[in-house]
């Protein structure tokens, strides 16, 4: 199960009193890794991040865009900002944070076939866009081990711990929220593609402050079934009928458990093989996305 979880496929917090910002440390290769915290150990922490401007990234047609850095367990983490080139809403934009799946070679996550460091990459280069196009700030967190984030050390393709690890970058991420200039703290939302389906529910299970999330070809999430009333945010998820790194079947399996504890959900399903989908399905995808958004 754990092999197939993650090489299948080619991430505010709820106010609690523990602070936890140094409860691991970046640790040398040859000491196992502090276990990821738990679903319950997240619920119940408290993460004080800062964020840190590092420099500008490639603009896109709709968005410009910078990295940031930040701090969580002993390690420098980076994420992607995106922000629409659009009129700002008096509020601020509102916000998708976008979990990527997973990525054969970590270290090259954001490499170009052309070896240009140009984040999120050629696969993924296609998400900021969709989003930002459509009225949404987009943060994309590197993952710890990923690109020049620190924390090689906690990947394991054979873990499925990996996804614990990655959701508390991504909740550390968003508790220094209120560092990113126009964004509308008020409206934050999550899309997650592939082994980021595990990352997001994680994260989810663990905050009541994202309204809504989307997962597209999502890995096999059986394991957090027994969490799934603690969910808070309505889901919209995604998936081709015939997808040969995540089955359909995640997807099924996912919808029913939604549906037998009736939690609001949407299911889509779309004709093919393709995992990312192709360039028309995407743009499908993410006018149903941002209308299931702006609906709450």
């Known amino acids: 199960m754990r092999s197939v979880l993650l090489l299948a496929a080619c991430a505010v917090l709820t106010g609690g009193r523990v602070a936890i910002a140094d409860a691991h440390t970046a640790v040398p290769r040859s000491a196992p890794p502090a276990p990821p915290l738990s679903i319950g150990e997240l619920r119940d922490a408290r993460f004080e991040s800062r964020l840190a401007y590092e420099r500008d ?9 910078r990295l940031v850095s930040y701090r969580h367990t002993g390690l420098v983490l980076y994420a992607m900002v995106a922000v629409p080139k659009a009129a700002m809403p008096a509020a601020g934009f509102p916000v998708v944070v976008a979990n990527h799946g997973y990525v054969p070679d970590p270290r090259r996550y954001g490499i170009t076939s052309d070896g240009r460091d140009a984040r999120p990459g050629d696969y993924y280069r296609s998400v900021p866009e969709l989003f930002a196009s459509r009225g949404f700030l987009v943060i994309m967190p590197d993952y710890r081990g990923h690109n020049s984030s620190a924390g090689f050390d906690y990947i394991d393709p054979q873990d499925e711990r990996s996804a614990g690890y990655y959701a508390e970058d991504v909740v550390a991420l968003l508790a220094a929220l209120g560092d990113i200039e126009g964004a509308d703290p008020d ?25 809504g999330a989307s997962f597209w070809s999502t890995m096999n999430v059986d394991d957090l079934e027994t969490e799934l009333h603690a969910l808070g ?23 029913e ?8 959900h949407v299911f889509h399903s779309y004709d093919g093989d393709a995992h990312f989908f192709g360039d028309a399905t995407r743009e499908l995808a993410a006018d149903r996305d941002a209308e299931f958004f702006h609906s709450f």
Do not use: C, K, Q, Y
């Open 57 to 65: 990234l490639d603009e896109g047609a709709s968005f410009s865009a």
């Open 187 to 211: 409206r934050v939302f999550m899309w997650s593609h592939s082994m980021g389906g595990l990352v997001a529910l994680r994260t989810l299970l663990a905050t009541d402050i994202v309204r």
């Open 233 to 255: 945010a309505p889901v919209i998820v995604h998936h081709a009928t015939a997808d040969e790194a995540t089955p359909h079947g995640n997807s099924l399996s996912f919808v």
């Open 257 to 264: 458990a939604l549906r037998a504890i009736g939690h609001p």
